[in-house]
């Protein structure tokens, strides 16, 4: 049988063929002969579809078909020629002997709520979030969560009953004291890394004092990585995946590859990663970059937050920045974005539910008449509570027709309630919603219903799903799932959303949204405006766009990429590594060179006759790197081999003319200055390698381009 260029795989199924077609799928031209992708993208795109339409072949199925060679992911090791594919089986899914890749993934937090109940005695129950759902849905690998449980444990006993109760949920505690906490924490990751990720500046009256215990906090989040790493290690087994999540966890990846240096490791951060000009206030700056450098894959959830972290290490540490990520050395620290989605399914079946239903018809009847609008939030510094209720409060006052047709409910959770700036953040919120629902509400209605509160699901999913108008002003966040939230539940009453655009998520679902400028109040009235009076059409096809995403770009969907990517890139270094050629053997060289009776030796400069000058980090430095010398002990072995008739020294550099000419003047060798551009062998004149009838004149335009450009800057 055929395979024709638009059908990429046969899949076996009840011993019947279905042929996978690839009409309107990026890659299509490709067909199923054995073959190499040309690019990750489509490779990554090809395994996409092909996990989904599995899912679909094998809907009731047992898990155990997921070891079917005749499944997808056994099929797409034709894909790979033969070297590749012996690797990629090393490297991949499912061992030898057919059981899963173990994944181990590494947060501050365990995906559970522990109660003490007694001496030996502990009451789980199981968290439900984003990263917890993302990864439920992921089959491929045996999941174990490393972390710390959220509660001071201090006795042995109790210990040993939480690590018991704990491992039947698949968990595995880190044990931090007191201590540890407060200043690992409350202290640094709270008080120093969280608002420097999100462009908040500390407190003024607050920064003496937090200069003054940052060297303590520092050193307890030093400890607290390690105390993670050690658990890591001590249930680690060879071919793991180890997954480090956050900013708490910036230098487990280089505590994890100094104990262990082929162990895969994967470090996503899920807040934004500040411009490189916010990263260089902190004073452990380079220390947080290159630790977190160590690990084999770097994820973001946007590609700015990755071009930060790039921009940061080449600006602070001096290092290359590539399409691919930072190189340092020859090492390659891959770097990308991964958008997390959520488990929209989850969303959808809920409004399902009779209990989502009933909900559903009370508040239909409860604001019958008006015109919903939601925002939904943690009572957060970030979130811009403030400035999206004043925003409202501008539009009441410029469209008094719409004072008694709409209606605002701000879900507030609160957070971090024994912090004083999150206390006068709520008296703020508060007195703002006082007193607009003052000015413009009735005996019978006011225009701000606000909650302190969470919501259970059912309510939650109902409050989306009759929404006609959803506001998200975050001044800055990692991504926003609610915006996601929202889009799943709103399949039937296709709702606008409002969102900042310094939210992570409005570089996915931007292009169905309406995007404000959260600190612009005239921009976000003007947009509430807008949305309330959108056509329908209008309506219908920004919510098919961002439907389409949330519910393909899925948080089981993230984590499955993330994890397929960082096996792939093990197998990349390990190829990159076999085309460096291997280190010369000292005694082989020797003995070559010994019988030889002509000799060409090229040596650097910098490093190789000079001593190693570090330029990273440190501006003095650089000086240095303007009166390069020959090494004095080098000076006489030098002369000793340019004075050898057998033996012929070309001194290569990029350095200027005369620093070769000031350091090798009164030797007998070659010298090639400028990477090559200028060559003369000393005693003679300098002579250009360039053609003599080349066009220079383009030299002088650019200069003058360039110098009007900085000018400008």
Sequence with gaps: MSISSQEICILRKDKNLALLQTNGMPGNKYNCSPGTPRTRLERLLRERELRKFNKSLNEGETESSTNDPSSPDAETSTWFNDEESLETVSAGRVSLDGSKQRLLVVANRLPVSAVRRGEDSWQL??????????????????TRWIGWAGVNVPDEIGQKALTKALAEKRCIPVFLDE?????????????????????????????????????????????ANQMFADVVNEHYEEGDVVWCHDYHLMFLPKCLKERNNKMKVGWFLHTPFPSSEIHR?????????????????????????????????????GLEGTPEGVE??????????FPIGIDSDRFIRALELPQVQDHMKELKERFAGRKVMLGVDRLDMIKGIPQKILAFEKFLEENPNWRDKVVLLQIAVPTRTDVPEYQKLTSQVHEIVGRINGRFGTLTAVPIHHLDRSLDFPALCALYAVTDVALVTSSRDGMNL?????????????GVLILSEFAGAAQSLGAGAILVNPWNITEVASSIGYALNMPADEREKRHHHNFMHVTTHTSQEWAATFVSELNDTIVEAQLRLRQIPPILPIEVAVDRYSKSNNRLLILGLNATLTEPVDTLGRKANQIKELELKLHPDLQEPLKKLCDDPKTTIV???????????????????????????????????????????????????????????????
């Design 125 to 142: 129950e199981m968290s439900v979030g984003g990263l917890v759902t993302a990864l439920l849905g992921v089959k491929e690998f045996e």
């Design 179 to 223: 201590e540890i906490v407060h200043q690992y924490y409350n202290g640094y990751c709270n008080n120093i890394l969280w608002p420097l990720f999100h462009y908040l500046g500390l407190p003024q009256e607050d920064r003496l004092a937090t200069t003054r215990s940052f060297q303590s906090q520092l050193d307890a989040y030093k400890k």
């Design 281 to 317: 206030t902190l004073p452990s700056r380079s220390e947080l970059l290159r630790s977190v450098l160590a690990a084999d894959l770097v994820g973001f959830h946007t590609y700015d937050y990755a071009r930060h972290f790039v921009s940061a290490c080449t600006r602070i540490l």
């Design 328 to 337: 340092d050395q020859g090492k390659l620290t891959r770097v990308a974005a």
């Design 482 to 494: 609610v915006s996601y939230e929202f889009v799943a539940c709103q399949a039937s009453k296709k």
């Design 651 to 713: 001194v290569l550099s990029g350095s200027d003319r005369s620093v070769l000419d000031d350091n090798f003047g009164d030797y007998n060798l070659w010298l090639a200055a400028e990477n090559g551009m200028f060559l003369r062998v000393t005693g003679g004149e300098w002579m250009t390698t360039m053609p003599e009838n080349l066009n220079m004149d383009w030299v002088d335009s650019v200069k003058v381009h360039t110098l009007v450009r900085l000018s400008l800057v």
